[in-house]
T-cell receptor, first 117, second 111 residues
């Protein structure tokens, strides 16, 4: 079993729809959670990161973390064709004493999203 | 543009050969990370360097090695290449451990 599971999709939605992307994880030591967006033939681009349970909002994007269920989500409101990409969740173990993550990121497989005009 | 540069963009080589991938981190970033992305394994952490010293190792094969130089650029050396080494290789850098910025990647094809 992989430490991080992510439905690869593909996911196809009409423009303006609300998109929900999800990941589950098994390692309780993961305390730092990120979402990356990767366009075809490009490097991953950091969208959002969060350390705590609950919601974090940034424009049309909301990241949600439920540590008790080991489940994280990314919501995209008013989706646009330019949002068409692969979305990768990533997580890292947290070094409590130092107050930073270990740096090694463990990624999900990525979900391919297509937003149709 | 993340500010991380990688060369070359594409590399085609034969089995058994050795190649070197190069990464220049964002200005001021002391940490460099290498990742491998393949269709079956996804994006996997290989190794991390911080200011010239190895910090963490992931699923890096013994045929692979890396180093970070005094000017902070890094090189990933892949030797005795096999067909299965064909993948995208990404370098990322960070000032804060918590925010890693990825380069555009090097696409390696082993024939």
């Amino acid at each position: 079993q992989k430490e991080v599971e992510q439905d690869p999709g593909p996911l196809s939605v009409p423009e303006g729809a609300i998109v929900s992307l999800n990941c589950t994880y098994s390692n309780s030591a993961f305390q730092y959670f990120m979402w990356y967006r990767q366009y075809s033939r490009k490097g991953p681009e950091l969208l959002m990161y969060t350390y705590s349970s609950g919601n974090k909002e940034d424009g049309r994007f909301t990241a949600q973390v439920d540590k008790s269920s080991k489940y994280i989500s990314l919501f995209i409101r008013d989706s646009q064709p330019s949002d068409s990409a692969t979305y990768l969740c990533a997580m890292s173990v947290w070094r409590v004493r130092v107050g930073t993550s270990y740096g090694k990121l463990t990624f999900g497989q990525g979900t391919i999203l297509t937003v149709h005009p | 543009d993340s500010g991380v540069t990688q060369t070359p963009k594409h590399l085609i080589t034969a089995t058994g050969q050795r190649v070197t991938l190069r990464c220049s981190p964002r200005s001021g970033d002391l940490s460099v990370y290498w990742y491998q992305q393949s269709l079956d394994q996804g994006l996997q952490f290989l190794i991390q360097y911080y200011n010239g010293e190895e910090r963490a190792k992931g699923n890096i094969l013994e045929r692979f090695s890396a180093q970070q130089f005094p000017d902070l650029h890094s090189e990933l050396n892949l030797s005795s290449l096999e067909l299965g080494d064909s993948a995208l290789y990404f370098c990322a850098s960070s000032a804060l451990v918590d925010e890693q910025f990825f380069g555009p990647g090097t696409r390696l094809t082993v024939l």
